[in-house]
């Protein structure tokens, strides 16, 4: 529903029907992924520039929503917006069903791809959830923090490298990064040493 809302407001926009346009803005709901960026060109598109700034800048400061393609569009505004004599849209920029737009960039299959191997390694049998708490789109760096629970409530932390998909483990206690063959090795160590039950991570 969101992102036809999206889109009956880009054409009553376009129709010079500005209270509609809004109703259908509006209706989109905020939390909604797109419902940001249209509401900024909203305001944009009616001579709101200052209102319509601030939002790009929030967008544009969000690095968790940087995957979306929208959030160039978004930091492209909020440059041009800064000049001393921006031009102004003048509609809302989202051609629903366009095959040219794409919602999101290639990041989706590395996550996928990450997914997998989670899946696959042996201490994560009895999975019972994964979460990617950092990607390289919010931390500017080229590894993702993967965070992965046990149906026994064990936490496990990994560095995953976007370029390699080379796993290594992150103990959060010590914050340490280990290969997954010093972090097997020191387990086997600790269990033969009589530590049974390794610590939660």
């Known amino acids: ?51 319509a700034y601030k ?21 492209s505004r909020f440059q041009e917006l800064g000049k001393t004599n921006p031009k102004l849209l003048n509609e809302i920029y989202f051609p629903t069903r366009n ?17 997998n191997l989670m899946e696959k390694l042996p201490e994560n049998q009895k999975w019972a959830g994964t979460r990617i708490v950092e990607s390289p789109q919010e931390n500017d760096k080229n590894y993702y923090w993967v965070r992965v629970e046990t149906e026994q409530k064990k936490k496990f932390n990994y560095y995953i490298y976007k370029e390699t998909f080379e796993i290594k483990f992150l103990d959060t206690i010590k914050n340490k990064l280990m290969t997954l063959e010093e972090w097997r090795k020191k387990i086997k160590t600790a269990y033969n040493s009589g530590f049974k039950k390794w610590r939660k991570m």
């Open 55 to 75: 939002i790009y800048r929030e967008i544009k400061n969000n690095k968790s929503i940087k995957h979306y393609a929208y959030y160039k569009l978004a930091v």
């Open 1 to 51: 529903m969101g992102d036809r809302a999206c889109a009956y407001a880009a054409n009553y926009l376009k129709l010079k029907q500005l209270d509609k346009a809004r109703s259908f803005v509006d209706s989109i709901r905020k939390g909604y992924y797109i419902y940001d960026y249209a509401l900024a060109n909203y305001n944009e598109s009616v001579g709101n520039k200052n209102e």
């Open 99 to 115: 095959p040219s737009f794409e919602i999101a960039d290639s990041d989706n299959e590395n996550r996928t791809k990450i997914f």
